[in-house]
């Protein structure tokens, strides 16, 4: 298989690029939807579970445990194409041009319940994953997952036209309730219309009449156009699609499924680790993410802190990986929880390729496709709680489930924790900011500019030195709290936008100074 890394090592490589580092961001408090109120006791239906940018950033769309998923629109997209004149970033008169708004929401799942196994299925939604190039316009598609089916949806405008002048037995007339009268005195729903429409019905009330059309709206509308189930017999922990824009992959604890977005009875399984006795099972799926530029090479992680690479077109079924990326040399003795927080949460590649970034429990790695001899470099995020895993195991905290995200330009990466607080840190640890879901997200934020290396060097050589990376230790200065956890976010693709989930609400940040 090593012709696997000739492709997979063209392109550009913007992660540690010469020895230019990235310039700390200045983080600002952008927008906050559904922020609660001190005290408001938080519905646990309404706590988002997914947050995911689209393909262009002009669209947000958030899952939630109560199974709704909700869009979210960039004001300056739309006004461009309303034609607008104030729809440049460097426009003066529009200071954050990634500001967004309310678009729609739709029930994608509802809670089901398995009679064969008597097991009830949670509508919460795991994934959410915006289909690129399939539609166009104002027309979107989405895949969302709970924990065993997966739907495609699609987000369109749809027209709809009010009726009047019926023929009814009293002879008079009516609005079709499909449309929704407008408060213009001008529009086409206006009352003096209407009111004209019914006095002229009224005063021939035995006429034959023809319905006509007093007006018509644009609205919103969604539509589930399949939907991909019976096929996992575990929870789908993930789902990530293909380049080709035609194939998505799904992953439960044990298998990875190919799926074609036009066949929902049809699924190929392409990862099977389920030993033939489940008492030999000694690790599981835990999350898997295709190339971005390479249809036939995707990556899964797993419990044993294993990333592992296949390639398509090497066999149908992946199971012989083309490479194993594991860290031989992890931080910290060998304990009962050793084995527990070295299971990765999540993986993503970047932008280009290049790389990999994953997250444990305790850190963040960044991984080299071309070098499989250990992470490029280690970014600790929990260090301060290596002494509290016990209570972190008695709380079931030690299981919880952070995201990983990277710019667009592969120059910075963030991830969660707890006090709804998240870490954004430079990819050549140069920059490191703890901040706040909140209004005031610098608030609580610790000066740890002081215990940074002056340089961050991504050595290839073998010694753990030079790959390891430092956030600010002190976590307990800000104090943590294990009830309220940021799990995911999600990094706008072209600009330093970052929307946070805490709890229900949806924090966005914009940084500063970085390009």
Known sequence: MTGLVGPLAAGPSPVGQGDELAPPLQWHFSQVFGERSPGEEVQEADIISAVEFDHSGDFLATGDQGGRVVLFERIA????????????????????????????????????????KSLEIEEKINKVRWVKGRCGGRTHMLLTTNDKTVKLWKVYEKRVASLAEFNLQNGSSTLNAGGRPGSGSGGPYSPDKLRAACTAAAAQPHALRIPRVVGTETL????????????????????????????????????????????????????DIKPQNME?????????????????????????????????????????HAKLFEDTEPAGPRSFFSE????????????????????????????????????????????????????????????????????????????GTYSN?????????????LLEASRDPTRKRLASSAKLPTR?????????????????????????????????????????????????????FYGSGGR
């Not at 189930?229 to 298998?255: K, Q």
């Not at 607080?421 to 900011?433: I, M, N, P, Q, W």
């Open 77 to 116: 997209a739309s006004r461009a194409r309303a034609g607008h004149p104030d729809v440049r970033p460097e426009s003066p008169l529009h200071a954050n041009p990634y500001e967004f708004r309310y678009l729609t929401e739709f029930q994608s799942h509802e809670p089901e319940f398995d009679y064969l």
């Open 220 to 271: 919103l509308a969604t539509r589930c156009k399949r939907s991909y189930g019976n096929a996992h017999t575990y929870h789908i922990n993930s789902i990530a699609l293909s380049s080709d824009c035609e194939t998505f992959i799904s992953a439960d604890d044990l298998r990875v499924n190919l799926w074609h977005l036009d066949r929902q009875d049809l699924a190929f399984n392409i990862v």
């Open 280 to 320: 030999d099972l000694t690790e599981v799926i835990t999350c898997a993410d295709y190339h971005p530029h390479h249809c036939s090479v995707f990556a899964y992680s797993s419990s044993k802190g294993l990333i592992r690479l296949a390639d398509q077109r090497a066999a149908a079924l992946c199971d012989q």
């Open 340 to 415: 527990i927080i070295s299971s990765i949460n999540d993986i993503r590649f970047s932008p280009c390729g290049r790389y990999i970034l994953s997250r444990d429990y305790m850190t963040l790695k960044l991984w080299d496709v071309n070098m499989d001899s250990g992470p490029l470099a280690t970014y600790p995020v929990h260090e301060s709680l290596r002494g509290k895993l016990c209570d972190l195991y008695e709380s079931d905290c030690i299981f919880d489930k952070f995201d990983c995200v990277m710019s667009g330009d592969g120059r910075y990466f963030a991830t």
């Open 421 to 433: 607080f998240f870490r954004v840190v430079g990819a050549d640890a140069s920059s490191d900011c």
């Open 456 to 508: 961050f060097g991504l050595s290839r050589g073998p010694g753990r030195a030079g790959r390891s990376g430092s956030f600010s230790a002190g976590e307990e200065a800000v104090g943590q709290d294990f009830g309220s956890k940021l799990l995911h976010l999600s990094w706008h693709p072209q600009a330093n936008v970052i929307a946070t989930a805490a709890s229900n609400s949806l924090y966005l």
